[in-house]
DNA sequence: ACATTAAGTGATT
DNA sequence: AATCACTTAATGT
């Protein structure tokens, strides 16, 4: 499949063609192996990435190495934080690493400005981009302060579920651990409440979700 | 066969 | 829900 069709196909705003155009020209592919990091805390960010096949995991830490998993993104998603580094030049402030094998396509932050002006449809693609992560991010924060560690787990199965299109996740419960900030006991205990539950089933290396 | 890594368990806070 | 201390199971070399 052609870059143009990629972007026609994963990308849910209708890009106009002269847009897709100085797309496929400018932008440069890149590929990403399974646990490879596009963007880390603290780098300057001066490219905007298309997501064009794959999934990334977007990871916020603190200085104690103590993470959290925000959200995935998927096709057609882009890392909103991007444009808010381009606009203040400022550092990324998550991290963003591949969690399947992705291809990106990159673009200089340099052409922003002029896409932003020039046509609506990418300024819709940005607003709605924004938009959608915002709306990630609150969920986020409700599900961390309101729900308790068995319904996060579910929920972060799930979603992994939906994102990777894959109802077997192959992770390991201190994977798990790592992303919802809790501790390997902790996540294996609450697994097994889970399959004893008949919600999931547990292997090693390897959970099946069943309720989805 | 041995070392390493993943997962299970009981007890305590 | 976290931590500790320990066991058991699976896997790599």
Redesign the pocket.
């Known amino acids: 499949m052609s870059l143009e069709d990629k972007l026609k196909d994963f990308f849910a705003m209708q890009f106009e063609q002269e847009l897709l155009d100085e797309i496929v020209k400018i932008g440069e592919i890149k590929f990403y192996r399974e646990g490879e990091i596009l963007m880390d805390i603290g780098d300057n960010v001066d490219f905007i990435p298309f997501l064009l096949r794959g999934v990334f995991k977007v990871v916020r830490e603190d200085e104690n190495e103590n993470e959290i998993a925000i959200y995935f993104l998927e096709r057609g998603d882009t890392c909103a934080s991007t444009f808010v580094n381009f606009l203040h030049t400022a550092k990324s402030p998550v991290r963003a690493v591949a969690e399947t094998d992705c291809e990106v396509i990159m673009v200089s932050t340099h052409y922003f400005d002029k896409w932003m002006s020039e046509y609506k449809s990418f300024r819709d693609y940005v607003i709605e981009s924004y938009n959608i992560r915002l709306n990630e991010l609150l969920e986020a924060i409700d599900s961390m302060v309101f ?4 319904e ?1 787990l579910l929920k972060y199965l799930q979603d992994k579920v939906q994102v990777l299109r894959n109802t077997t996740l192959k ?5 798990i651990a790592f992303d919802l ?6 996540i ?5 409440q889970l399959e004893n539950e008949g919600k999931i089933r ?1 292997g ?3 959970i099946e979700v069943l309720d989805i």
């Open positions: 729900m308790k560690m068995n996060r992770t390991t419960h201190q994977q900030n809790t501790s390997r006991v902790v294996s205990r609450l697994l097994k547990i090693r290396n390897k």
